[in-house]
């Protein structure tokens, strides 16, 4: 199965764990928050690990794919999406630790422009600018 097969399987999974009640919150969290400002510190802790798991690919696969021909944003942005497993895992954990599904895509988006960011100012040092 290819990369953004599963990916669309496992993202599949999670949404549907989430409608049916499945996917339970072993942080001990009853209800469903709708932003990552409103989960325990504990379970931001947890995200942020997955998050530095995804700028770190992200910088990673941004520096190995960089020729100094390409635009960094452009260069920069092709990396994060080659990093689909790291963005999917923010994706479960904040399900896991009590995030509405909405609210796990939401943050997954931001962090991709966070580790694009961080993957253009990585690019542009090395390039010396």
């Known amino acids: 199965m290819n990369q953004p097969m599963k990916l669309w399987c496992f993202v599949f999974g999670i949404v549907a764990g989430a409608l049916v009640g499945c996917t339970g919150s072993p942080n001990g969290v009853d209800s469903v928050v709708d932003s990552y400002e409103l989960l325990p510190d504990l379970a ?3 995200i942020q690990i997955d998050v530095e798991r995804y ?29 689909p497993n ?21 943050y997954a988006s931001d962090s991709q422009v966070q580790a694009t960011a961080v993957a253009i100012t990585a690019i542009q040092n090395r390039r010396g600018h």
Do not use: H, P, Y
């Open 86 to 106: 790291e963005k999917a895992d923010i994706i479960r954990t904040m399900v896991e630790q009590g995030a509405s599904t909405e609210a796990a895509f939401s």
């Open 44 to 46: 931001k802790n947890r």
């Open 55 to 83: 700028v770190t690919c992200s910088v990673n696969a941004a520096l190995k794919l960089d020729k100094g021909g390409r635009n960094a944003g452009r260069l920069a942005w092709t990396a994060t999406e080659s990093c």
